[in-house]
């Protein structure tokens, strides 16, 4: 295929799907010809996926095709029939796959990365080279190409709806979650097989309400983009209920176009901070992780002045995000949001009831994964972990050595399980440092336990859980970033009355009476509940709603990045050269 702009190769296309549509499409040869047609197609076919199963990828047209070792198998099961070009070298399930590629952009993926161009590109040419003559004078080879970067492209595509076009784990190594198994193949067959790629592909995306509204929402902020997006706001201003001002005229377009003040709204004086106005400043600060006070300050003028280009982006990271996710969240579940400082108890799909959490520091971040909840703690000792004595207790105890005490916390000599207890008074703290600590640090149950009364187990790799707290007045933050990894729960009676539900042994009244007693005790869970710690700044809520936060560990323009880049070309020695074909005109 000779060289061409892709614009001029795209409008080629679309002048000549008007031919395609009663030629290609429509016309069909007599079945003695298309059967030798198609027999020559097979053979390049063969020849092409004829080579070393090992090699990692091979070239064609040009394009990087990147399942091959997916294809052999794929094409072994048809006798290397052609998928996409029917029995009559009709095209319609080759152009319905091409328009689907073609909306790509609407999961935030780019079009470009699945031979759109490529694909349009052949698509024009076998309608060029048929327009004077048949369909038997378009080399086999173009056929054969075509079909080919066609299964290419699907298996890609499908398999970045299913599970992710990144790897989390690439990015992030406190981020192990799995999507759980897709049978790509199984899918392909069912498009190639009936045609409906739209269906095929459906089956494959995230099936939660929260990406389907997300995706619905990345669709009007794109609308909103095109129209220029939303007033800056002056920065150096604070807006309160009663003001009057010009600039609140400002406020009042901002608001609208966001989507939070209702456009039809009555306003008797524009310029004025009416209760409407309020009510809709107060709806955006809730929407934005912001103290819902109606005052409209420097945070809140800093929210409402991101770019309407910086909430795509956002919206796009985190649909990659419910790609990364298990397809089935559990009947019953807890999904715990470090972004947005929260945990939700969800049953059967409705949020049962939500709870406030606090959630890692920036420097002890909480990670990302999903595991079940196995069993709960009442009354529990806190084996201090290592990390946590050296940096934070071992400055302290420097300075003083009753600070153990204080808290009720004891030393023993060592992690084994029988290792001696020793007196903090006899031990030279000033030896020890992060490279040298071998004691072990243990809280005793009691009010003072960093742990609370409860504590919710999930064995993970991460050693992280949910516990209860005696510091209750961190809940009162907005922002509640300070914890060392591990999850504090506001309400923690709440949330074990949930997932002890169906266990008669233990009612709420049963679980208080055994908690007063004191005494340190592990209950097994009738029904393990699974738990997902996820990391979302955008979401839709409950309500449809959408969610934005602060990215407070910085992971989005890290995910931003490594969706925008693009398959690279693999060295010479691994680029299968494609059979010779003729050029076109």
């Known amino acids: 295929m000779a060289n061409r702009n892709p614009a001029a190769i795209v409008v080629m296309y679309l002048l000549c799907t008007g031919f395609l549509a009663c030629a290609l499409f429509g016309f069909a040869p007599k079945a003695q010809a298309a059967d030798a047609i198609l027999d020559r197609v097979q053979a390049v076919i063969r020849a092409r996926l004829d080579g070393d199963p090992t090699t990692a990828s091979f070239s064609c047209q040009g394009e990087i095709i990147c399942g091959i070792q997916m294809l052999p198998l794929v094409y072994r099961n048809s006798k290397h029939l052609p998928l996409w070009i029917d029995a009559s070298l009709r095209l319609e399930k080759a152009q319905a ?16 990365d699945y031979h759109q161009e490529a694909i349009h590109g052949l698509l024009a040419e076998i309608c060029e080279q048929s327009s004077g003559s048949s369909p038997a004078s378009v080399p086999p080879e173009w056929w054969a190409d075509l079909d080919l970067i066609l299964t290419d492209a699907y298996l890609l595509y499908g398999s970045h709806l299913a599970a992710g076009r990144v790897n989390p784990e690439t990015l992030h190594t406190d981020w192990m979650i799995n999507t759980g198994p897709v049978d790509l193949p199984a899918s392909l067959a069912n498009a190639a097989s009936t045609g409906d790629v739209i269906a095929a592909l459906n089956k494959l995306r995230p099936a939660h309400t929260g990406y389907t509204t997300l995706r619905r929402a990345l669709a009007q902020l794109r609308d909103l983009a095109h129209a220029n997006g939303w ?16 600039a609140v005229g400002e406020l009042r377009r901002r608001l609208t176009a966001g989507g939070d003040l209702d456009p039809a709204a009555p306003d008797e004086d524009s310029l004025y901070f009416d209760a409407v106005l309020t009510s809709a400043v107060k709806r955006f600060q809730q929407r934005n992780g912001l103290e819902a ?6 945070r809140t ?24 996710l298990p397809h089935d969240l559990g009947a ?27 959630v890692g520091r920036p420097a002890r971040r909480s990670p990302v994964f999903s595991a079940d909840m196995t069993y709960l703690v009442i009354n529990p000792y806190w084996n201090v972990p290592t990390s946590i004595a050296v940096e934070d207790i071992l400055p302290e105890l420097q300075k003083d050595v009753a600070y153990l005490a204080h808290r009720g916390i004891r030393v023993f000599q060592s992690w084994a399980l029988e290792a001696p207890e020793v007196d903090p008074a006899t031990v030279d703290w000033h030896a020890y440092h992060a490279d040298r600590f071998p004691f072990r640090l243990r809280q005793d149950p009691g009010p003072a336990n960093a742990l609370g009364r409860i504590k919710f187990m999930f064995p993970n790799p991460f050693a992280v859980y949910l516990h209860d707290t005696p510091n209750r007045s961190l809940f009162k933050r907005v922002q509640r970033d300070v914890s060392s990894g591990c999850i504090r729960v506001e309400a923690p009676f709440v949330l074990a009355n949930f997932v002890l539900a169906g266990d008669g042994r233990w009612t709420p009244a049963a679980l208080s009476d055994a908690v007063e007693k004191g005494e340190t005790r592990t209950i097994r869970l009738k029904h393990p509940v699974p738990v997902h710690l996820l990391y979302m700044t955008a979401w839709a809520d409950e309500t449809g709603e959408i969610q934005f936060r602060s990215d407070i560990y910085d992971r989005d323009s890290d995910l931003y990045r490594a969706l925008g880049q693009r398959r690279s070309t693999p060295p010479p020695d691994f680029v299968h050269q494609p059979q010779n074909r003729p050029s076109s005109r």
């Open 231 to 246: 007033p800056v706001l002056d920065e150096s201003k604070t807006f309160r209920p009663g003001d009057s001002d010009s």
């Open 301 to 324: 003028i800093g929210m409402l002045n991101v770019p309407v280009e910086a909430r795509i982006r956002q919206v796009m990271v985190n649909l990659e995000r419910w790609r990364w």
């Open 97 to 112: 796959l091409a328009e689907a590629i073609d909306r790509a952009g609407e999961d935030g993926l780019v079009p470009f």
């Open 293 to 298: 006070d109606g005052i409209v300050g420097r």
């Open 332 to 358: 019953r579940h807890i999904i715990v949001n470090t972004a947005d400082f929260s945990l939700k108890a969800v049953e059967n799909g409705t949020v049962d009831f939500q709870l406030r959490a606090v």
